[in-house]
């Protein structure tokens, strides 16, 4: 593991070697099997050992957003009810009384410069820890849901979740000892924790830690890198820079997730680099779903096809009916790869788990005739306007494809008439003049009058959370007065 920002060289060996040092500071500290171990630090190796340690001291790791106030820190605290809580210094003095108020008592600091408690009592032991002994289900991690629709929700991982996916994720990708991956992702998630990372240490790969995303920086590592996994965010803002031609003549791979890609991403993309960006599909609950192939097409706008072990069907939400090819439904999933279920929420589980094994994903979506899966959208975010249902990718897709569009996102607010009015949020390319009633013209012969916005806004970005996705419910608040 080689650093970015300074170029230091981490061993593997050195690597494990802290990862057991500090799994003997959480037992000689009273961390027992299955206890919580809660952590809101910057991204640094060290986290990453942590990670590792808090796993093979047989306890629970819940990574939390750097960016997550102490009102939001003091409900997962109160959820999970850690034993243990880890956080950056400068917020010690605040966040130590948001941890009593909860319960956990013991508060350690980290850095993202290798300074805090944890690291000075890590410094004091030696390795040699003997990880203690785990079974395929029981639980390495949990991870909450972004809560846009509510309340946050820990998703329970077991160690066959991640063990499974990650194995099926270095042989789908061709993942080997000779590989070297760009990691520009942030690490309280499953891209970055447990995609980028768990891949690279089951293969024995190498791996370019970088603590944010940098195109500059990016580039410059390319030439001495095979791989990169990134957010949509990601390759767009590369196609802005000069070099990438010559700085992806190295690569062999680039993964795209937890967003959906812009076709005209993909497209330009392939022909800067000569490269398709290979898209995957995943959740909180479920680590990685799908993927496009490594051979063969890897089509724009799609997902791919399940993971080797994993099923995908397409169900009527009404009643669960199983779907046919080609026909919209709510995306459900089936697999080693699926969590336990949510923390303390037995009722939620049981709705959205299904007895069978089927984990109701809340993504609309759709199977082609070749088995590859689209996503339409969410479940949550489909409009019914004066009785019909209507998707927002399919209008979104054509926005999309316009000339001066750079991006549009599409939305339902109420409506005195229709109960749900069509609204389409679209931000301009730059030096772009668009014209609601032009766009409207285009759309007249693409798709049913039904479908067309009622009202079209122009702004300058779409909201979105810290992993690119686009947060429509500030959209629909932004907007919820319009008629």
């Known amino acids: 593991m080689r650093l970015h920002e300074t170029d230091n060289t981490i061993s593997f060996q050195d690597f494990f070697q802290n ?35 808090t796993v093979l001291a047989g306890s629970i790791f819940l990574p939390l957003n750097p960016a997550y106030t102490p009102a939001e820190i003091e409900y997962f605290l109160r959820d999970a009810h850690p034993a243990l809580f880890v956080c950056d210094p400068s917020k010690i003095e605040m966040l130590t009384t948001v941890a009593e108020t909860c319960g956990v008592t013991q508060v350690w600091t980290l850095t993202d410069e290798n300074t805090g408690s944890l690291v000075e009592a890590r410094n004091s032991e030696s390795p040699g820890f003997r990880g203690i002994e785990r079974g395929p289900d029981d639980l390495a991690a949990i991870l909450y849901t972004s809560g846009t629709t509510g309340r946050s929700k820990g998703a329970m991982l077991t160690h066959r979740c991640l063990h499974s996916n990650a194995e099926a994720l270095v042989d789908t990708w061709r993942f080997g000892a000779n590989d070297v991956l760009i990691h520009a992702l942030p690490i309280f998630h499953t891209h970055g924790l447990f995609v980028a990372t768990n891949v690279s240490l089951l293969s024995g790969s190498s791996m370019i830690f970088m603590h944010k995303f940098d195109t500059d920086g990016i580039c410059q590592r390319m030439t001495e890198a095979s791989v990169l996994m990134g957010v949509p965010t990601f390759f767009h803002r590369l196609l802005q820079n000069q070099e990438l031609e010559q700085a992806s003549k190295n690569m062999r791979l680039f993964v795209s997730g937890s967003a959906p890609l812009l076709a005209q991403t993909h497209v330009l993309w392939r022909e800067r680099t000569g ?114 249902n209507i ?23 109420p409506h005195p008439d229709f109960g749900e009015g ?22 007249k012969d693409q798709i049913a009058r039904f479908k067309h916005p009622k009202r079209i806004v122009f702004i300058d970005e779409l909201p979105r959370n810290t992993m690119g996705k686009v947060q429509k419910n500030d959209l629909r608040e932004r907007f919820a007065r319009l008629f």
């Open 19 to 53: 990862a057991e040092r500090i799994a003997s500071v959480l037992i000689n500290s009273g961390i027992q099997p299955g206890d919580r171990v809660a952590v809101q630090v910057e991204k640094s190796v060290i986290a990453l050992e942590l990670y590792m340690g």
């Open 275 to 388: 490269h398709a960006i290979l898209e995957r599909y995943g959740m909180t609950e479920t680590n990685m779903n799908t993927s496009n192939p490594y051979d063969g097409e890897r089509r724009a706008g799609t997902v791919g096809f399940p993971l080797p072990g994993v099923e995908v069907i397409v169900t009527n939400p009404e009643n669960g009916q199983i779907l046919p090819s080609g026909e919209i439904g709510v995306l459900e999933v089936r697999g080693p790869n699926v969590f336990k279920g949510y923390w303390e929420m037995p009722e939620k589980t049981s709705e959205e788990l299904r007895e069978n094994g089927f984990f109701i994903t809340g993504d609309l979506g759709t199977i082609s005739e070749d088995g590859y899966i689209s996503i339409v959208g969410r479940s949550k975010d489909l409009i019914i306007s004066g009785g019909y």
């Open 422 to 443: 069509v609204v389409a949020v679209i931000v301009p390319q730059s030096g772009a003049k668009l014209i609601q009633e032009d766009i409207m013209l285009k759309l």
């Open 391 to 413: 998707y927002p990718k399919e209008i979104e897709v054509l926005l999309d494809g316009m000339d001066g569009v750079l991006e549009s996102a599409v939305i339902g607010v």
